[in-house]
């Protein structure tokens, strides 16, 4: 039969495994050959690596921590970690996002069965390590944030950040948008709107398209919000998207078109004129059924499985920059929170690689910053 799953079971003979025996090798290089009674050779005394799965210092999905920054152009893309909570209007707790985020991703290989994608042997990553954020100030933080994205896309590695509350959104784009005078659209997945001025005097986790979309390169008519609706969705803010006009798609309007078809509105309208799409991920954006471990949960957003091709088909044409927020391990239940957090991650690297756009947001660097 002809269906995917036996064409994903073809797919995988056609994968190298090149990556995986040097891994082994560097292993047993790294933490000395087993005792005499292991069996399998390939396991060493003390672990590296990605195996086991419960074992080991956690960076994002086992990839390699390098402690010098200056380094990470090396890599294909950048897992920058942002504990940052001082954003948050009720629940904090996400400045302990990256972490859970990072020890859950253990849990994963980097092969995908249906996608036929191993991202260990198809490209490179590595993790930065985390910003260093000041709990008691909103605005220094944002520019440690800007500046450390902005380092990272600078040297041609795609910014992967693990938030940290909404408000990073802000910085983590003005981060990239420094580094180019090309138009960036942002396709932003939540239930609230968040493009009000200020909340509570500050730039808050409310705001932080209001501020992005002031940049000179990142125009409002080019964001795309799939997801807005409910109980939680502040009337100053509808007020600046309708005033800026930008582009709203509900779970109802999703529900209606379909997956495919609503994919296709959020590229033509991000993309219009626009010469890279940054993706926003906040897990509140799903049924808080599934995401118990975020500030403002509320029900009725997206299913994951809804999320998930969402996501991977607008990432499919190529992005500049991604980030999940709102992941807030405290408030979490056996890490299902955190979990989506990895996968929305995984989810995206898996489409820019099976559809050849991994570090298509090169072409866009016009002005590198160097520290």
């Known amino acids: 039969m002809a269906t995917q799953g036996w064409k994903a ?9 090149t990556a995986w025996r040097k891994e082994r090798q560097w292993a047993l290089d790294m933490g000395l050959p087993g005792a005499e009674s292991i069996t399998d050779r390939d396991i060493p005394t003390f672990a590296r690596g990605e195996l086991p799965h419960f074992a080991g210092i956690n960076t994002f999905m086992k990839a390699p921590y390098i402690e010098n920054v200056r380094d990470v152009g090396k890599y294909d893309a950048a897992v920058i970690g942002i504990p940052f909570d001082s954003g948050t209007t009720y629940r904090p707790g996400t400045r302990f996002g990256p972490q859970g985020i990072r020890r859950i991703s253990a ?7 249906e996608l036929g994608v191993d991202l ?3 490209m490179t990553l590595c993790d930065t390590g985390d910003v260093f ?6 605005e220094k933080s944002f520019d440690q944030i800007s500046r450390g994205v902005a380092h990272v896309f600078s040297s041609g590695a795609l910014p992967i ?3 940290g509350d909404h408000s990073i959104g802000f910085p983590c784009v003005r981060g ?12 932003h997945f939540d239930r609230h709107i968040d493009i009000q001025e200020k909340d509570l005097d500050e730039r808050m986790h409310t705001t932080p398209w209001f501020w992005a979309t002031n940049l000179p390169n990142v125009p409002a008519v ?5 997801g807005i609706g409910g109980w939680q969705v502040p009337r100053e803010g509808v007020q600046v998207a309708r005033q800026r006009n930008t582009n709203v798609l509900t779970i109802a309007d999703i529900e209606r078109f379909g997956i495919e078809k609503s994919a296709e509105i959020a590229l033509e309208l991000a993309w219009r004129d626009a010469d890279a799409v940054y993706i926003s991920f906040d897990v509140d954006s799903l049924d808080c059924g599934f995401v118990p471990g975020t500030g403002w949960p509320e029900p009725g957003g997206f299913l ?3 999320a998930l091709k969402l996501l991977g088909l607008v990432c499919a044409q190529g992005i500049c920059g991604f980030e999940v927020v709102e992941v807030s391990p405290p408030y979490d239940t056996s890490d299902i929170t955190a979990l989506m957090g990895v996968r929305v991650v995984v989810e995206a690297l898996g489409s820019l690689v099976a559809h050849g756009k991994l570090g298509s947001h090169k072409s866009i660097i016009n002005k590198p910053v160097t520290y």
């Open 176 to 187: 990239i948008a420094q580094c180019t005078d090309k138009k960036i659209g942002i396709i």
């Open 133 to 138: 954020t000041i709990p008691a100030n909103l």
């Open 9 to 17: 079971l073809e797919a995988e003979g056609k994968l190298p495994a």
């Open 161 to 163: 950040m693990l938030g």
């Open 222 to 226: 080019n964001l795309v919000q799939l």
């Open 304 to 306: 994951p499985r809804e």
């Open 107 to 113: 849990l994963y290989t980097p092969y995908n069965y």
């Open 120 to 122: 260990r042997e198809q």
